[in-house]
């Protein structure tokens, strides 16, 4: 309700329209509608447009949500009114994440024979597009999935991909030399390669950014090399809008035969909420697998991690680290199952030496599998997201969740597991289509309300959305 | 765009929504916006005006199938105050089970097989099902969230209006009190006694809220059976606002069959009375009890034990296989194992053998093995090996009687004043092929609706009468 005073009547392509200025103002300053003056149906504003396409994006102003994911005719329309980024943000929003309600909803096709090595979704505040490395082309499918662009790399095949934006992304081979940019807005523009300072000829193993709030900021992008010769290694941070190296952390030289010293990083994680950039690699010799996991407080010192462990037995097959639980999680490689560390009880003087790790799963079958030098965890991956941690087991995605107990209950947080959707002892029934043979899973992505899952031979990207559930009707 | 409303104009209300009139007559309209000033423009509203056609169509045309999702369409109603209408409107019509089909199959998104269901009289639903999970649907069967209880297994579930579920489980000791929309553990109930170490640990079997026919009783308790690791049960009754066990009724000892833990209870709440019954079932049949509490005195009020008690010889070998207690009706009815029949029983009148048995209609076979039964709207649910059949109650003639006592061949005369099984008529609410589908494991009626769960079936099945024709066209 308004007073006459502030109702704008608009005509679009012959039919009037009446809204507040109120609702206007919310395209933001850059829209041609945040400007118009109230106005009576004698006298409206026209603006040349769709009436049937701005009816629809009246009333996402009005809600601030579609009924329904909106056409590329629609998309064109808003960017026509400078909406489009706000349509594309209130698609997937993180709020609306709740692993327990993800669902199979869409299914990307990529061109070309080569199946998806690498997938990646733009964190927030970004709108969640997908980002898909196959072969040595890199697609961006914009949030709504109305529209893809690609870019070809020079690498032959892309396994480290990670969006910044929906129109930049990086990408990094083990096999080969420097961190490739992959400018989605202009196809043709020349190459540019991120390369480590000390050796140029270094290759990538793993990839990390920084959070940013501001969407028009790029973050700090870290990246493990490792040259070409594979006896130096060190984790470079690049400015991203400068394109310029900004630190070198921890850089490590193997000597003679001794590798175990110094294992390269495979796996960078960045917590934003503590400021540290974790660091893991881990090495398969002939005494088993081994590790090395650093925690780095970049500002303080770049030679000195903050906290370090050697992993010998059950070495983590994957690690992550999760910034609401404030803790780092593993997969353990022999075992399989998950443990977790608390990052404030490394804080107060968690020594090295002293056991980290807590299994949250089934503790006496760790012990058992870690002495009989089992390989349950081998290509397990772990990763989190808000705060949930998820686990891939082949072709399956299980999911720890949070639990705290009532303080008068005893007030306890206990981790919970779930399998997402059906789980191995459970079979699909043929109704999801392209679903229904399940492959294992080679690269995964969080992002908004969405996961991304790249399946090996499989010419596509599975995306899971929860949204609320759909009712199946009667067959 | 006017929907014009036929009275007088006068009466009329005139609105502009989003610059489409809109006037109706001010008693089917109970706007609570400030319409009453006279003015010559009609009021301005700054909303969506295809959002307002259709819930007005929805609420005209209660059957029609709207064009946007029943969660857009209650918000919008919020607003214009019209949300109870297009509620009712959106409900399915009134559960007559010889009417009724299955309307829709309810599956969660992760771990699909349903543990428990507690549905309310509004029509909404709480699921346990997989691992530990709860999932609400609201009262359009919209869903609404999922979380994660800290129990493994949830096998016994209530809900407790607005937004409160109480759970136990056959895990792990004690009741729990989840707020499902917050997904927050809020307190645990332990059965514990003092003077008794023993008594620790107990698991709850089945519980008891407030039955739906009064949801305004604020104070009636939560009722629920505990059972130790030693086999002994009681029944506690707890205070739903506190959450504290306020009184202990029907303490046994466990060690027999006639003392064993009751698996469901009912309150009756207008008789003061709780009613429990217990079932085991093995290899040589069936053995079980029913027994009636009064809440403030602890004392039985009456009990029979299946077999043995004062039956009739001729149904001696033919113990109950499942039994529940009309509330609203003041009748127990009961499922024979081995004849498959259905039994009433009068409660204003129990004696020692008042059992009515029924005998028309078809009837499935295979007995009564494996039946469940449940008592919602005046109608008796039973499942059966290859089937559901509902029993539903004719209306009697007042003063009609006199034909059907003259009638030869009687050769018993119905034991209670009430019951006549003249008046019981039992038909098929499922067709063979929905029966292909598997055993019933659990029915529970909640407002119009039946949920049913199925063995090994994924989902929760919805059966509703409808008005719609559901006409195949063949051309």
Known sequence: MASAAAVVTINIGGELFQTTSGTLART??????????????????????????????LSFLRRGSLPSPPSAALLAEARHFALDAALLASLSPTSAFAPLSLRPSALLPLAGRAAPSAVALCPSPHPASVVVAHGGVVTCFDAAFASRRSVLTPLPAVDSLVAVSPDLAVAGARDFPGVHLCRFSDATAPPEVLSWPGSTSATVLSMAATA??????????????????????????????????????????????????????????????????????????????????????????????????KEKDDCFADIAASDKLSALFKV?????????????????????????WMCIGAGQRATAAASSRRKEGNGCMIECYCNWVFVTRGSDVEVWSQVELAPEAGG????????????????????????????????????GSRMALARAEKISVEVWDSAPAAICAKS | MGTAGGGRSGTMKQLNVGGKLFSMEASSFPLSLSLDSPSP??????????????????????????????????????????????????????????SASLASILSPASEPFPTALA??????????????????YSSTLDHHATIRTHLHHVSSLRQLPP???????????????????????????????????????????????????????????????????????CILAIDPVTLKPTQEIGRQSGSAAKSSVPGRVVHLQELGLVFVSSVSGGAFGYSGYMRMWDIRSGNVIWETSEPGGAGRSSRFGDPFADADVDVKQQAI???????????????????????????????????????VLHCHKSQVFVSRKDGLEVWSRLEEKCGGSGNLTEQPGIKERPKSEGINERNYRSTYMDTEKDAERGMILMMEGGGNRLFVTREDMQGVEVWESSCLSGVISLS
């Open chain 1, 332 to 356: 353990g490689a022999a075992s399989g199952e998950v443990f977790m560390a608390d990052l404030r009880r490394l804080d107060n003087g968690g020594t090295i030496g002293s056991e980290p």
């Open chain 1, 28 to 57: 933001g300053a850059s829209s041609p509608l945040s400007s118009l003056s109230p106005s009576t149906p004698a006298d409206p504003h026209f603006l040349d447009g769709d009436p049937r396409l701005f009816a629809l994006l």
């Open chain 2, 333 to 371: 009815y009961k499922v024979c194992s081995k004849s498959g029949d259905v039994a009433v029983a009068d409660l204003r009148c129990l004696s020692n053998d008042p059992w009515v048995y029924m005998s028309s209609g078809p009837r499935g076979s295979g007995g009564g093995y494996g039946s």
């Open chain 1, 212 to 309: 940013v709030s501001d969407a028009a900021q790029l973050p700090w992008l870290f990246t493990s090399f490792e040259s070409a010769r594979r006896n130096s290694s060190a984790v470079v941070a690049f400015d991203l809008n400068s394109l310029t190296p900004v630190a070198e952390i921890g850089r490590k030289e193997v000597f003679g035969a001794d590798i175990e010293a110094a294992i390269p990083a495979t796996k960078l994680g960045w917590l934003a909420g503590h400021n540290l950039l974790l660091a893991a690699g881990s090495h398969s010799g002939p005494a088993g697998v081994v590790g090395d996991i650093c925690l780095w407080d970049v500002r303080a010192s770049s030679t000195v991690p903050v906290w370090e462990v």
């Open chain 2, 41 to 98: 423009s009609p009021t301005f509203v700054d909303r969506d005006p295809a959002l307002l056609s259709a819930v007005l169509a929805a609420i005209r045309a209660p059957s029609s199938v709207p064009g946007f999702p029943a969660r857009d369409l209650l918000n919008e109603a919020l607003f214009y105050g019209l949300h109870d209408q297009l509620l009712a409107a959106l409900s399915p019509p009134p559960l007559r089970g010889f």
């Open chain 2, 119 to 136: 549905p309310h009289h509004d029509g909404s639903l709480c699921l346990a099902h997989g691992n530990g999970q709860l999932t609400y």
């Open chain 1, 412 to 447: 306890k947080k206990v981790m919970r597991r779930n399998w997402v959707v059906s789980g191995p002892s459970m079979k699909v029934e043929g109704s999801e289509e392209g679903v229904t043979e399940n492959t294992k899973i080679v690269s995964w992505a969080f992002g």
């Open chain 2, 163 to 233: 937004s409160l579920a109480v759970l136990g489980s056959s895990s792990a000791p004690g009741l729990h009190v989840y707020d499902f929309l917050e997904g927050r553990h809020v307190a645990s109930v332990q059965w514990s006694d003092p003077t008794d170490t023993r008594v620790s640990k107990a698991k709850v079997v089945a519980i008891a809220t407030r039955p739906p026919a009064d949801a305004t009783d604020k104070s009636s308790p939560i009722l629920a059976s505990f059972e130790s690791p030693h086999r002994e049960n």
